[in-house]
Nanobody, 127 residues
Framework: QAQLVESGGGLVQVGGSLRLSCAAS????????MGWFRQAPGKEREFVAA????????YYADSVKERFTISRDKGKNTVYLQMNSLKPEDTAVYYC????????????????????WGQGTQVTVSS
């Protein structure tokens, strides 16, 4: 059973920055795609960013493009989400997700495509 543990959330002012981390442990995948999602109060969980196992491919939701950057350190089994120029509408619980893939360039964009999820970390942006 794989375990994903997010960290790095917190309270930040508008325009500030945070870096979320997601450490994977337990089951060892030969290759796995990872992503970040978020869920604001009263709203459905939505896609934020995704990265392939190789790291060569990334994809972002339009709402976070040019502000957020996803990256990974395979040696540490960790994926990061650098969030800059934060806005109040970025306030949400952020979840990381992982899915084993056969192709190192594969990315996953949909909630249903991910097999493993973390418990989430709260990000609050105050105005």
């Amino acid at each position: 059973q794989a375990q994903l543990v997010e960290s790095g959330g917190g309270l930040v002012q508008v325009g500030g920055s945070l870096r979320l981390s997601c450490a994977a442990s337990g089951r060892t995948f030969s290759t796995y795609a990872m992503g970040w999602f978020r869920q604001a109060p009263g709203k459905e969980r939505e896609f934020v960013a995704a990265i392939s196992w190789s790291g060569s491919r990334t994809y972002y939701a339009d709402s976070v493009k040019e502000r957020f950057t996803i990256s990974r350190d395979k040696g540490k089994n960790t994926v990061y989400l650098q969030m800059n120029s934060l806005k109040p509408e970025d306030t949400a619980v952020y979840y990381c997700a992982a899915d084993p893939v056969s192709n190192a360039a594969t990315i996953r964009l949909k909630i249903g495509e991910y097999a493993y999820w973390g418990q989430g970390t709260q990000v609050t942006v105050s105005s």
